[in-house]
């Protein structure tokens, strides 16, 4: 018998998946990137879902990272890369006051490469927390937190589009999980490391992210209490990340409804780390039924205006977490084990290609994090003024009423690049609310956005991106670029 929706106790972990043989590398086709679709639609799913002004992520490991055919796979179809164990607690800071950034590092290095944004993941979770916070006498683990925030959260600021702040803090009947940071500081602790987390790096988005709270249940119940009374408090939470570990065929009917009472109360949502496992050996009509599940999620995401993207838990079937936390399940991924893609990857891609997405509601507070709905066609600066070794153009990639979306990609000439500034004057009022992969000074109508410290090198011929969300009317100014 399958088990319930609500997820099982997680079971033995049984290691690594092994890596699939290299043989498999070569079998892998142009079909693993690229699907046939109609004449204008996007053929990656970062591209259609850029389209609709969301982002399509995944989860890699630093182990991912020396698989080219996963990297390959995952650099040509996410824009959004979320490390699957590389910024947790036992990784970075495993013994007191001593930081390891290597392995988060390796992984924000690979997304900046390949123009992908980071989901930072995560800063408090009872789960893979050394043994040095579970034993601290109950009156230090404040300050070990709010240390560990602080520390983490300022070595990755700039680096990162948001932080899964607060991992999984609820029970399955909505009460808050007594863990060594609700016993020692009660439920003020979410609060608490939200307003540390956002002193540390006040432009990330800062989600609380937990699972089994896709539907409307008694754990989404709880947390919905607790984000009202957040957000009513002012207490800097932009988003909710519904982890989305389903089984197939079980997708709550809810989900839509649910995602769209938290954005109502001015928060974004995403889904965060999405799988849906099938008993194995799974069958062609348990696949199929994989793929109207993908289909349904991607749509529940297109129509809460507020929901700024998708994320699978990884690439493909041979290197999920599934197999080996529930024995007898598997094949949760867009891609089977052999890099092929699924009828869940193609549904996903027709979902973001055919579904009508919906603007933000006017009733959304606007000094919260801006949402990414699309309204308008992408329009492109007319002129590509070059002065310097560098030219830049910007693109509006998403408008909605009193606000947009633009990338801005700079390019090397015939010569590499070391640094960077862009600039342009808005035309009408704009202000830029959030800005990525860059450091922005503006100066009343005059915007000037300098390189990050990650991506002033730009090889000969060679380009990189950054990005804002702005208020006011969409708008393509004339934008310069010169390199010292
Ligand atoms: O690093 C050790 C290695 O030294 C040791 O030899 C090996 C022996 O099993 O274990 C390795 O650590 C494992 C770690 O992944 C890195 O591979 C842990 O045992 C294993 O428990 C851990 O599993 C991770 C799991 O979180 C822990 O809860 C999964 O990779 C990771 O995908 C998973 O991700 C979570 C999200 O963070 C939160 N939401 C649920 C999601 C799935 O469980």
Redesign the pocket.
């Known amino acids: 018998m399958k088990p319930p929706t609500i997820r099982n106790e997680r079971r033995r972990?049984t290691?690594?998946r092994g890596l699939v043989a290299v043989a498999a590398a070569a079998a892998v086709t142009a079909a693993a990137f690229a699907v046939a679709v109609p004449a204008q639609a996007a053929s990656t799913l970062k591209a259609a879902a850029e389209a609709k002004g969301r982002y399509f992520g995944t989860a890699l490991?630093r182990g991912d990272l020396s698989n080219t055919t996963l990297t390959n796979l995952a650099a040509a179809q996410f824009d959004m890369v979320t490390p699957?164990?590389e910024m947790k607690w036992d990784t970075t800071e495993s013994s007191r006051g001593s930081f390891n950034w290597g392995p988060g590092d390796q992984i924000v290095s690979f997304a900046q490469s390949h123009s992908m944004r980071v989901r930072g993941?995560?800063l408090v979770w009872h789960?893979?927390l050394p043994n040095w916070v579970s034993s601290l006498p109950t009156n230090q683990v404040q300050a070990a937190m709010e240390n560990h925030i602080t520390t983490e959260a300022t070595h990755y600021r700039g680096k990162v589009y948001s932080w899964d702040v607060v991992?999984?803090p609820y029970n399955e009947d909505g009460s808050l999980r007594q863990d060594v940071f609700y016993k020692a500081m009660g439920s003020g602790y979410i609060a608490d490391a939200l307003r540390t987390a956002h002193a540390a790096d006040p432009n990330a988005k800062l989600y609380i992210n937990d699972?089994n709270i896709e539907g409307i249940n008694a754990k989404s119940n709880g947390l919905y209490s607790l984000a009202q009374t957040l957000v009513a408090q002012g207490v800097p939470l932009n988003g909710i990340g519904f982890?989305s570990?389903f089984i197939v065929g079980q997708v709550p009917s809810t989900l839509q409804a649910n995602m769209q009472r938290f954005a109502d109360l001015g928060l974004d949502v995403a889904v965060t780390?999405l799988d849906d496992r099938i008993q194995m050996p799974a069958d062609s009509s348990e696949l199929q039924q994989q793929g109207r599940d993908y289909g349904m999620i991607v749509n529940a995401c297109l129509a809460v205006s507020r929901c700024v993207g998708v994320s699978q838990?990884g690439v493909d079937d041979g290197h999920s977490?599934i197999p080996g936390?529930f024995p007898g399940y598997g094949a949760p991924m867009m891609w089977d084990s052999s890099y092929q893609p699924k009828a869940a990857y193609t549904a996903a891609l027709n979902a973001l290609n055919s579904g009508t997405s919906v603007s933000p509601s006017p009733s959304v507070s606007p000094s919260r994090s801006p949402s990414a709905s699309p309204s308008a066609s992408p329009s492109v600066s007319p002129s590509v003024p070059v002065t310097g070794a560098c030219s830049a153009t910007i693109e509006t990639t998403n408008s909605w009423p009193g606000g947009f979306q633009s990338n801005v990609t700079v390019r090397a000439g015939s010569s590499a690049v070391n640094g960077w500034t862009v600039k342009w004057t808005w035309p009408g009022g704009q202000t830029i609310s959030s800005l990525w992969n860059g450091t922005q000074t503006v100066s009343g109508s005059s915007v000037t956005v300098r390189n990050a410290d990650y991506n002033g090198s730009i090889a000969a011929g060679g380009s990189t991106t950054f990005g804002f969300t702005a208020n006011g009317s969409a708008a393509t100014p004339a934008v310069t670029c010169t390199s010292p």
Do not use: P, R
């Open positions: 972990w290691g690594a490991t699957g164990n993941h995560t789960n893979q991992n999984e699972y982890e570990h780390e838990w977490w936390t």
